[in-house]
């Protein structure tokens, strides 16, 4: 059984920091991509950043130069550093990894249960 444990998040004012971190742990074999996805009400989940396990990263051009997505492969845990926040990237954060949990099995992707983040203006 894999589990992802998501801490961090909470409420910041805008233009100010927050971090993110988000730990893999249980029946893992191998990680190909961790990432962070956001969903605000209303609208659809989006993809925030990613990261390879080997370290190619890639971000939505509304965080990019804003967020930084980091990750440390011995502890299958990935990490989002997020500065100058604004209001609009108010939403619960999600981590989710594509990841074989044992050698039998495929490739498949596994989520965290959320976090708020909350920037007021």
């Known amino acids: 059984q894999v589990q992802l444990a998501e801490s961090g998040g909470g409420l910041v004012q805008a233009g100010g920091s927050l971090g993110l971190s988000c730990a893999a742990s249980?029946?893992?074999?191998?990680?190909?991509?961790m990432g962070w996805y956001r969903q605000a009400p209303g609208k659809q989940r989006e993809l925030v950043a990613s990261?390879?396990?080997?370290?190619?990263?890639n971000y939505a051009d509304s965080v990019k130069g804003r967020f930084r997505i980091s990750g440390d492969n011995a502890k299958n845990t990935v990490y989002l550093q997020m500065n100058n926040l604004k209001p609009e990237d108010t939403a619960v954060y999600y981590c989710?990894?594509?990841?074989?949990?044992?050698?039998?099995?495929?490739?498949?992707?596994?989520w965290g249960q959320g976090t708020q983040v909350t920037v007021s203006s």
């Open positions: 989710a990894y594509t990841l074989k949990p044992n050698i039998f099995a495929m490739f498949h992707d596994y």
């Open positions: 990261i390879t396990s080997a370290g190619t990263t």
């Open positions: 249980g029946s893992i074999v191998s990680i190909t991509v």
